[in-house]
């Protein structure tokens, strides 16, 4: 018996390695080119480009994922709620078909979502984009939710019931304050989806003054680039990165326990 556990731990932890490896290695392959010509000076470069303008398409990525992370959490509290402890006709089949939005593909629909948006004229605005990153993002963000709210005790329900606590009290003053880990992973997984994002910027924002950071970056690609340059764009990389992994780790102690929850039930 110690001996399986033995294997099991070693298989385990040799899949790890080979998992971190993979992923840390692009990331250290780009902060050896960073550095490789021109040291420091390609991280000043880039901060001082004249094109490239990082403050403010950090700024952009701010605001499009903070705002779209902020409307992800009210839809998918509210929702969740909804699909939890509400009953109406045709509950069940909406919420399967909500999830079967989860199949499609954004790059499938980019001709209709291009059109739609230019229709409403959002095309070329932060607005424009938002909509669509919480089209996108807000299926699998209600199916966490849903599968935690139904986790909490029915007692509780039927105690502030009976106390006469309609459904959106009974959300704000039991389910919300409960859900302290689940609200914190919903908010870190939107905003670096959101923040990560590339074809919507790319399909709807023409404006270089409105670029996001996965757009903007292309400010510093050149179509023959020398050593020098191929060092701030990777330095430019480095520094895009940089605010989606501190927000991921200052809030990484609330991820596994909000996965956990959104997790136990399906």
């Known amino acids: 018996m110690k001996r399986k556990r033995l294997l099991a731990w070693f298989a385990m932890y040799a899949v790890l390695v080979v998992l971190a490896i993979m992923w840390t290695y692009p990331i250290v392959v780009a902060i050896q080119?960073?550095?490789?010509?021109?040291?420091?000076?390609?991280?000043?470069?880039?901060?001082?480009?004249?094109?490239?303008?990082y403050w403010s398409a950090i700024g952009n990525s701010f605001l499009m994922a903070g705002g779209s992370t902020v409307i992800i959490v009210v839809?998918?509290?509210?929702?969740?709620?909804?699909?939890?402890?509400?009953?109406?006709?045709?509950?069940?089949?909406?919420?399967?078909?909500?999830?079967?939005?989860?199949?499609?593909?954004?790059?499938?629909?980019?001709?209709?979502?291009?059109?739609?948006?230019?229709?409403?004229?959002?095309?070329?605005?932060?607005?424009?984009?938002?909509?669509?990153?919480?089209?996108?993002?807000?299926?699998?963000?209600?199916?966490?939710?849903?599968?935690?709210?139904?986790?909490?005790?029915?007692?509780?329900?039927?105690?502030?019931?009976?106390d006469g606590a309609r459904p959106f009290g009974i959300l704000w003053r039991i389910f919300l304050p409960l859900s302290g880990p689940l609200l914190a992973n919903v908010s870190v997984l939107s905003f670096v989806y959101s923040w990560n994002e590339y074809l919507l910027p790319n399909l709807l924002i023409s404006s270089p003054e409105k670029y996001p950071v996965t757009q903007a970056i292309a400010l510093l690609q050149f179509e023959r680039m020398s050593q020098e340059q191929i060092g701030q764009l990777y330095a430019g990389l480095i520094l895009m990165t940089i605010p989606s992994v501190i927000v991921y780790l200052f809030s990484q102690r609330y991820l596994q326990s909000g996965l956990t929850a959104g997790a136990v039930k399906s």
């Open 33 to 53: 080119k960073s550095f490789a010509v021109g040291g420091v000076g390609n991280y000043t470069a880039v901060l001082n480009h004249d094109q490239f303008n």
């Open 75 to 162: 839809i998918s509290c509210l929702g969740g709620f909804a699909f939890s402890r509400m009953r109406f006709p045709g509950r069940v089949f909406l919420y399967r078909a909500l999830l079967a939005c989860l199949a499609v593909p954004v790059a499938s629909v980019v001709t209709p979502l291009f059109f739609s948006i230019n229709s409403l004229g959002l095309r070329d605005s932060y607005f424009g984009v938002i909509i669509p990153l919480v089209a996108f993002n807000v299926m699998t963000m209600l199916l966490l939710t849903k599968n935690h709210f139904d986790g909490i005790p029915t007692e509780l329900v039927e105690a502030a019931t009976i």
